[in-house]
C-alpha cells in the first residue's frame, strides 16, 4: 500500500499538489510549520493509489510516496 510522506518543514504551502490529487486526499493542514507555512498534508493515506502527482507537482520536492 502506497504511503504518502510529506516533508512538512521545507513545504511552502503552495497547494500545487492539492490540484492534482485525483483522490482529493492532498490537504492544506490547519497548523503551521516552524517557518508560518500551512504545510499540505493527507486527509487519509488509506485513499492513496500511489500515483505521485502530487510528488511530481511539488516545486520544492517535499512529498516522497513509499511503497
Known sequence: MPKPVFNEERCKGCELCTTVCPK?????ANRFNSKG????SCSDESKCIGCMLCAKTCPD???????
Open 24 to 28: 482529493k486526499i492532498v490537504i492544506i
Open 37 to 40: 507555512y500551512r504545510p499540505a
Open 61 to 67: 520536492m517535499v512529498i516522497e510516496i513509499h511503497k
